[in-house]
Every structure is written in C-alpha cells, then in structure tokens.
C-alpha cells in the first residue's frame, strides 16, 4: 500500500518552500512527505507563521533521502527505541515501559510549552499526546 500526498497539501508544500527547498522535499519518500506535511499542517492549525518554522517542518527529515532503510533495519530502529523505553523504565515490566510513562515526563518538560513544540517535539515519539502509537 503507497500512501500519496494530496495535491491541496502539496500546493500548500509550494507556496511555502523556495525551488531548491521543494527540490529536496520531492527528493523524499512519499511517506516522508505525507508525515513531513502533516507536522506543517499541525503547526499551522496551532497558530504558527513563522515562514522559517514552517518551512523546516517540511524539511526535517531530507537527510532519510541519502540513507533510506531496508525493511529490517527500520525493524531494529522500532525495537531499539522500544528497549530504550525498557531500559529507562527499569523494574516497570515491558507493559508500563510501553505506556505511558515516557509521555508523562516529556509532557511536564513541555509543560506551558505552545502546543505547535509539543508535537514537533513528541511527532517521532511512539507515543503521540493523544496516546495513539504513531508509525514512522
């Protein structure tokens, strides 16, 4: 299954990237340009106008396009980032290490913070601040 940007994300894509920006972001995967447009939509519906902000929300993730990974190494990435999660939630079991814990101390960090940093900071997370599992 191959998920496409829509074309009124992608004309929102060309009005806010120079040439040479859009040349990079079409460079990417179009799952990486799906994702990359949903975090511009998001900061954009909680307020943000900053053309700088907005245009590296579309950009931050370029460097995947030099070195994309093979199904089993995007494997080992999930299953590093759920050991982590293990390892800093020592004697928590597997269970709570993947609950909600990790969100909860990310969330105070970001307490007060507006609500366009919080989900830039937490878009990669596993957990989302709704607490859906995000894919990437």
Known sequence: MTVTPAIEDMELARQALSKQEMALFLNQQTSEQVHSLKVFIQMRE????????????????????????????RAVVVIGRLLRLVILNRGAGLHHAAGNAPLRSQDNMLNGAPGWQKQLTLHHSPLSLSGATTTH
């Open 46 to 73: 909680h307020g943000e106008q900053s053309p700088e902000l907005l245009s590296a929300a579309l950009l931050h993730d370029v460097g995947k396009s030099r070195y994309t990974l093979r199904i089993w190494e």
